[in-house]
């Protein structure tokens, strides 16, 4: 509970022990219900938000009668008031996305809906005229194409120009033959470079080479213009607070630029990639700093590829692939050197592992470094996972979303192990400290589609229906639990104290159909009491 007085004409707020003083005129937000928390879930009439923070949550005449006694003493004359028909909900946090990610993909080809390989071909034939360099791409699925594309394919389409068209999952790439030429790829012995039965490269890369030729591309383009299109489209989606992921160097500047230019909308917690963190660490600088809108806390570490693209670590082989285990792309040592070197700079570390044996590994190294960090996505976690990472007290950032993507699950593993993606409710049930988000643009970053999807489980609900979630619990967990990953206790809540982070649905998400939460709308989004997107 916080608490404030007033001194030398100035606010003095007195919130979990930190004391804050403010100047900031208070502000009153009504509407007919606010719901301040989830499980419990409890409601107001309205709130007081003074100077980032809530100093009062519940009835209107109160909230009114506080707003003013603090205007009249900072001498600003009354409270700004404003009042809202919709359902007032937490700020939503997404615990791990791509911001630049999201202003790439509004400026890329989009592919998530080609269902053929000739559609594809037309759509980046098209798109192609647009760019004047690199040509930039993304969302292309096998499974829906039923095919894997190639770089002749692609040469048959945009010869002249270097074209990089990332997988949905983002952990392959198919790349044309002039791109191919200029990234040195075609005279390269790795096995991230796959070869047809004559052993010439396909254009099919994986992982780091994947990586780089879209980071290659996107370095053409302007580094601000991508993180503020990212955060406009997360403020549109009601996210009021994101852990930014995997952030490279280009992106850093550009989230810097934006922090510094008051462009920042959305509270970001930011973590390095894994070469930009080596790079700083051997300079001797890491900048782990900020405030409460912008910080950089963290480390991004890869274990693993992803089920999609078959290359997720897996300690028995696929089952639509009987000699392939998947792609192992850190060991225990390693991981345990990097969470070392960021416990030095104070910096937290998220391992993507989404195969059985990636999330062993990953934890095997956290045991010996001594880190409660934190796993990305956990896709497939039997019950022996689930209680290590409950005794490790590791956090984890699943994305719900993907239970509707990975419809091809049960074949590419199993009915026996497909029981075991995705086991949410096991993972509550076991103590595992678990949250939401959307690694957009793999995904939609709409919070609800992700409420939806935990709920209903999509295509493998026959597998696992047991562990589908009521809507009280998905909303907490995009909300109080993803705030609980990304380490901030402030976030994800409307109680006093709690940042002042609300967002305005059309629809109450606990009194409609669970098939209508994808079609709630989002009415308004308000950071630290600033209404700064609005539903026109």
């Known amino acids: ?226 993180v503020v299109e990212g955060m406009n489209e997360i403020i549109r989606n009601g996210v009021t607070m994101a852990g930014a992921m995997d952030v490279e160097e280009h992106a850093l500047r550009g989230l810097l630029m934006a922090w510094h230019s008051g462009l920042m909308a959305p509270r970001l917690r930011v973590y390095l990639s894994r070469g930009l963190f080596e790079k700083l660490y051997e300079a001797g600088f890491v900048p782990s700093f900020g405030g409460t809108r912008f910080r950089i806390t963290g480390i991004k570490i890869y274990m693993d590829g992803s089920l999609g693209a078959r290359t997720a670590w897996l300690r028995q082989p696929y089952s639509d692939d009987e000699h392939n285990f998947g792609r192992q792309l850190l060991r225990a040592e390693e991981v345990y050197s990097l969470a070392k070197k960021a416990k030095e700079w104070r910096l937290d570390v998220a391992a993507h592992a989404i195969g059985d044996a990636a999330i062993l590994e990953a934890l095997r190294g956290y045991e010996m470094a001594g880190c409660r960090c934190r796993i990305e996505h956990a896709s497939l976690a039997p019950r022996d996972i689930i209680e290590k990472l409950a ?36 993972m509550l049930s076991k103590g595992v400290l678990l949250g939401f988000s959307s690694d957009a643009p793999v995904e939609p970053i709409n919070p609800l589609e992700g409420v939806y999807a935990a709920v209903t489980r999509g295509a493998l609900l026959a597998y696992s229906s047991d562990e589908a979630l009521d809507v009280e619990t998905a909303l907490h ?36 159909d669970a098939e209508y939460l994808p079609r709630i709308q989002v009415n308004a989004t308000i950071v630290g009491g600033e209404l700064v997107w609005e539903r026109k």
């Open 477 to 512: 967990l995009y909300t109080t639990g993803s705030a609980q990953v990304l380490g901030e206790p402030r976030a994800g809540c409307l109680e006093p104290g709690c940042y002042g982070d609300i967002v305005f649905l059309s629809d109450d998400p606990l009194g409609v």
């Open 391 to 426: 005794a490790l007290g590791v956090r984890v950032a699943a994305q719900p979303r993907f239970l509707i993507s990975d419809w091809w699950a049960a074949d590419r593993l199993g009915a026996e192990r497909a029981r075991w993606l995705y086991p949410f409710r096991t």
């Open 1 to 226: 509970m916080s608490r404030f007085s007033i001194k030398y004409g100035v606010v003095i707020i007195l919130i979990s022990g930190a004391i804050c003083l403010v100047a900031e005129c208070p502000v009153v937000i009504r509407a007919p219900r606010i719901y301040t928390s989830f499980r419990p879930t409890r409601f107001a009439e309205a709130i007081t938000v003074l100077g980032d923070y809530v100093i009062y949550a519940g009835d209107v005449t109160e909230a009114a009668r506080i707003g003013r006694s603090l205007a009249q003493s900072i001498g600003c004359g009354r409270p700004r008031v404003m009042e809202f028909d919709g359902i007032g909900v937490p700020g939503f946090v997404d615990a791990h996305l791509h911001v630049q990610g999201i202003g790439v993909y509004k400026y890329s080809i989009k592919l998530n809906d080609v269902e053929s390989l000739d559609e594809m071909l037309r759509r980046v034939a098209q798109g192609a005229k647009r760019f004047n360099g690199w040509v930039i791409g993304r969302g292309w699925d096998q499974d829906k194409l039923g095919t894997w594309p190639t770089r002749f394919d692609l040469d048959e389409v945009v010869p002249d120009k270097p074209v990089v068209l990332m997988r949905v999952c983002g952990h392959a790439a198919v790349l044309n033959t002039r791109a191919m030429e200029i990234l040195g790829y075609l005279g390269i012995d790795s096995p991230l470079v796959d070869r047809g039965c004559n052993g010439e490269p396909t254009g099919i890369v994986y992982e780091e080479l994947a990586e780089r030729a879209y980071h290659e591309a996107v370095r053409s383009l302007d580094a601000l213009r991508l």
